[in-house]
């Protein structure tokens, strides 16, 4: 089978889908910043900075992250369901795991003042896998260039085998050449199809009762 254009009337309105892809544009940038500048201050407190308020400041902005992931996750869905609504519902679930993993982490650190060990590693489980989920969507139903989603299933895949490898200790994704397995995911999300997105918005939305074979959408 083949994709098939979505029936006018079963389709989003465009000035909708254009607002959604904006704001998921805008809300993928909110968490990467957030998140780096949370990260490193709860990484200076790590390293030795005794002040508890940097450290506080990092664990509300890790906090706004976690918001901002969840709503991305939400407001994709109705977008993504589309494309195959049984695979679509486990990235709003995945994005929401992430934001718990990441809260829970938070709430340790100020309850105990330390880190979970590995906590960054945790946390990227549920991104890994989550991301591979939406990019997959992108890529088939076309709602992005094909590039921009292989470049996020390039790194969405590098970040999710990276975690064992890390945990192992085979590698160090902080440091040297383990953040290359992070550097093609954080371009994705910061760069590239929140770009897309806020410039240009989703393509027109295409089914597909097949998505095991995406290259038949040109035979017709």
Same mark, same amino acid.
């Given at each position: ?10 389709? %989003?309105? @465009?000035?909708?889908?254009?607002? #959604?892809?904006? *704001? /998921?544009?805008?809300?993928? $940038? +909110? ?20 002040? %508890?308020? @940097?450290?506080?400041?990092?664990? #509300?902005?890790? *906090? /706004?992250?976690?918001?901002? $992931? +969840? ?31 990441? *809260? ?102 295409r089914s597909t009762t097949d998505l095991s074979a995406p290259a038949l959408a040109t035979a017709h």
């Amino acid at each position: 089978m083949s994709f098939t254009r979505i029936p006018r009337s079963n389709a %989003r309105d @465009p000035l909708s889908r254009r607002g #959604a892809a904006r *704001a /998921v544009g805008i809300l993928f $940038v +909110v968490q990467m910043v957030t998140a780096m500048f949370g990260t490193s201050l709860i990484q200076a407190f790590v390293d030795g900075n005794p002040d %508890r308020g @940097p450290m506080t400041v990092g664990v #509300a902005l890790m *906090a /706004v992250s976690g918001f901002a $992931v +969840v709503a991305i996750g939400l407001v994709m869905y109705p977008t993504l369901k589309q494309v195959n609504p049984n695979l679509a519902i486990w990235y709003p679930i995945l994005r929401i795991v992430e934001c718990l993993v990441s *809260a829970a982490c938070g709430v340790y650190l100020l309850s105990a003042s330390q880190v979970v060990p590995n906590h960054l590693l945790w946390v990227y489980i549920p991104t890994g896998i989550g991301g591979l989920v939406l990019c997959y969507l992108l890529y088939v139903a076309r709602l992005a260039p094909r590039p921009i989603a292989l470049l996020g299933l390039v790194g969405y895949a590098a970040l999710t085998i990276g975690v064992p490898l890390d945990l192992l200790g085979a590698l160090d994704m902080g440091t040297g050449a383990g953040m290359l397995l992070v550097a093609p995911g954080g371009l994705f999300e910061l760069v590239f199809l929140p770009t897309w997105l806020i410039a240009r918005g989703f393509r027109p939305l295409r089914s597909t009762t097949d998505l095991s074979a995406p290259a038949l959408a040109t035979a017709h």
